[in-house]
Nanobody
Framework: HVQLVESGGGLVQPGGSLRLSCATS????????MGWYRQAPGKQPELVAA???????NFADSVNGRFTISRDNAKNTVYLQMNSLKPEDTAVYYC???????????????WGQGTQVTVSS
């Protein structure tokens, strides 16, 4: 049973920084990519950033240059460093893992419970 546990959300002033972490528990055979999505009130979920097992990264245009994503492959943990935060970054942030639970199963999506990020003065 794969679980993703997020931490690091909270309230920060505009221009501030936060670091989100997402740790994987449970057995997983292989990971294709890990990343972060967010959903603001009244809006559709959007991809914020993702990183593949090979280290390739992808960012939403709105966060490019302000956010970085990194991954500890040994710990199956992904981090999102958010700098120069803006009020429009306010959302619930969800960790995502795309991978195979066993060698006999296909790729699936796994999700964390979400962590609130609020950017406000």
């Amino acid at each position: 049973h794969v679980q993703l546990v997020e931490s690091g959300g909270g309230l920060v002033q505009p221009g501030g920084s936060l670091r989100l972490s997402c740790a994987t528990s449970g057995s997983i055979f292989s990971i294709n990519a890990m990343g972060w999505y967010r959903q603001a009130p009244g809006k559709q979920p959007e991809l914020v950033a993702a990183i593949t097992s090979g280290g390739s990264t992808n960012f939403a245009d709105s966060v490019n240059g302000r956010f970085t994503i990194s991954r500890d492959n040994a710990k199956n943990t992904v981090y999102l460093q958010m700098n120069s935060l803006k009020p429009e970054d306010t959302a619930v942030y969800y960790c995502n893992l795309k991978g195979r639970r066993t060698q006999y199963t296909g790729s699936s999506n796994y999700w964390g419970q979400g962590t609130q990020v609020t950017v406000s003065s």
